[in-house]
């Protein structure tokens, strides 16, 4: 993965600016500033893609905002800058467990629709929860475009395919370069 997240200097050619792994070239290159990466989980699986990326994002300097239900993932909103995000769309709406017999209300949804009315939304990769039913995929899937989701996967995501969709994000969003404050 090649991917160059802080900020060029502008005097510096792309050959001094990037060295290996997307990494600064020069001493007097831009100050470092992460990209913050929203992302969201609400399934069980151990080793899933949520629990590995912060592991490994952070060592390239994506600082990984981690939300367990819609009402944590509006507080990151509202409070940092997103730049990407990982929405998994069976988020229960409130941290607190549902009583026995109610069924939870999927908060990714309501999560997808706050990105999207940001000044600047941030490019978003949607994980949905495995569908029995073809047609419900279906009609989850252009929902999810429609608000605007870069990509969407079903549930388990394997790890490298999120490393692969990210890096097109940087690629496509960014142009390989993580943007200027």
Known sequence: ???????????????????????????????????????????????AFADQLPLILDRIGIHCLRAESGDEASEVI?????????????????????QQGVRAVPAGPRVLQLLRRLEQPPPT?????????????????????RDGAFTVFEDPVPIESMLQALERVVRRHYRDHWPAA
């Open 1 to 47: 993965m090649r991917l160059c997240l802080y900020s060029p200097d502008p005097d510096q050619t792309a050959s001094s600016r990037l060295g290996p792994m997307g990494s600064a070239g020069s001493e007097g290159s831009a100050p470092r500033r992460p990209l913050n990466l929203l992302l969201t989980y609400g399934g069980w699986r151990e080793h």
């Open 78 to 98: 509202r409070r940092e800058q997103v730049h990407i995000a990982v929405i998994d769309l069976s988020i229960p709406m409130h941290s607190t467990r549902a």
């Open 125 to 145: 990769i949607v994980v949905q929860p495995r569908q029995s039913d073809p047609s419900e995929s279906a009609r989850i899937l252009a929902e999810a475009l």
